[in-house]
């Protein structure tokens, strides 16, 4: 059903509300038309609305947590799954305000959470979040608009100019993903999504902007620079997919473990077992920031690296990955002798991809079963753990 309205007081023109219930159908409608959204369509049929979406155009959509035969999370990870739905402002609505429940939306990629019944304040501020989290920034977004005008216009080297101002400030994106991470560990889960929301948003315009670059160099005739420019595209879109992974990673570890004094070394070693190594070691960073720990989040990523393939260059992966994180002021090299002791120094080139272990279920046991006797060796050979402190078993 098609509604118009003239008075507007959200971000959006038009929404999308979809739930199997019709009655909060009929309250989402009412709530987005006094709220002035110009253009709202609702549909029952989660498979409609679907094949809507894909051919039309939305602004922002309210998504039901319970859709009678699916869920608003699955649905909404399948979304996000398409690149042009990789932003869009979804609010999921739930009759649950638990914390299970709110993790659950958030680990799909929400915008927003939306508790049954809403006030219509409640919705003008999930829609402000909304909004917010799919904002790159406004410098941005004109420098982009001025980057397509100078194309059109056939002013390629004015063009290339204004996309390397839209791609300024590298840092903003990661520094958003590390607050998300803090802010989701200290269970404010709104202000994760908001921060979340925007890493992935921002680098998503990253990748837009490097796109044009490159098609810009390809016609100015520099086919190496339009290449380079292409590379870190895929960069790009590679970072927001290790943002939605780790993300995804760290709400699974709050679920299972929701008592952990300190989550992101359940998330580094979740992260080690995965294979995404420097993750692991920015979750590494993250736990040495967020204590307690004392000193034992060393000895916790050298354990991690003994469930890998090759433990020696799984601790140089991981140690780079804790010394770009930035949050602690150690070269790479230093942390690497940190985790394994008094072993060669990191070679500038010696950082390699190690493999993860079988996915077979019984060959996960062999090989936790053989790193801890490997381990354990280890500690009989620099002393045993026949020591006063108990062996901290905090993987």
């Not at 004094?261 to 979740?270: H, K, S």
């Amino acid at each position: 059903m098609l509604t118009l309205h003239k008075k507007n007081l959200t971000p959006f023109t038009t929404a999308l509300a979809v739930s199997a219930n019709r009655e909060h159908l009929r309250l989402d409608r009412s709530a987005l038309r006094a709220a002035g959204v110009p253009e709202i369509v609702t549909f029952a049929s989660i498979e409609k609305a679907l094949v809507w979406i894909v051919a039309n155009p939305v602004d922002v959509v309210l998504l039901d947590a319970d859709l009678g035969r699916t869920t608003g999370a699955k649905v909404l990870r399948l979304l996000r799954r398409r690149r042009s739905f990789a932003t869009l402002p979804v609010i999921v609505t739930s009759m649950s305000s638990s914390r299970a429940c709110v993790l659950e939306a958030l680990g799909a990629g929400c915008s927003g959470y939306l508790v049954r019944p809403y006030s219509q304040e409640g919705l003008l501020k999930q829609c402000r979040l909304a909004a917010s989290g799919a904002n790159p920034g406004r410098e941005r977004i004109a420098a982009m608009r001025q980057a397509q005008e100078e194309t059109r216009r056939g002013r390629r080297v004015q063009a290339i100019a204004a996309m390397k101002r839209a791609t300024s400030r590298q840092q903003e994106a990661h520094q958003y993903y590390t607050k998300g991470c803090d802010q989701l560990s200290a269970e404010h889960f709104e202000l994760a999504i908001g921060s979340f929301n925007k890493a992935l948003a921002i680098n998503n315009l990253f990748a837009e902007a490097y796109i044009g670059m490159a098609n810009a160099w390809e016609a100015l005739g520099e086919p190496d620079k339009a290449k380079a420019c292409m590379r870190r595209a895929v960069d790009a879109h590679a970072r927001n997919n290790g943002i939605t992974r780790t993300r995804n990673v760290l709400v699974q570890t709050l679920m299972d473990n929701p008592n952990a004094p300190n989550p992101f070394l359940d998330l580094g070693f979740a992260l080690v077992r995965q294979g995404e190594l420097k993750a692991a070691g920015q979750a590494y960073s993250l736990a040495v920031q967020h204590g307690p720990t004392g000193g034992g989040v060393y000895a916790a990523v050298a354990r991690a690296c003994l469930f890998t393939s090759d433990p020696r260059r799984a601790a140089k992966q991981i140690a780079v990955g804790m010394a770009e994180a930035g949050g602690i002021s150690l070269p790479a090299e230093t942390l690497y002798q940190r985790i394994m002791g008094d072993i060669p120094s990191l070679p500038g080139s010696g950082i390699v991809r190690t493999e993860t272990v079988e996915a077979d279920e019984c060959s996960n046991v062999m090989n936790d079963i053989l790193a801890v006797l490997k381990y354990t060796w280890k500690l009989y050979r620099n002393g045993g753990p026949l020591t006063p402190q108990p062996l901290p078993l905090d993987f």
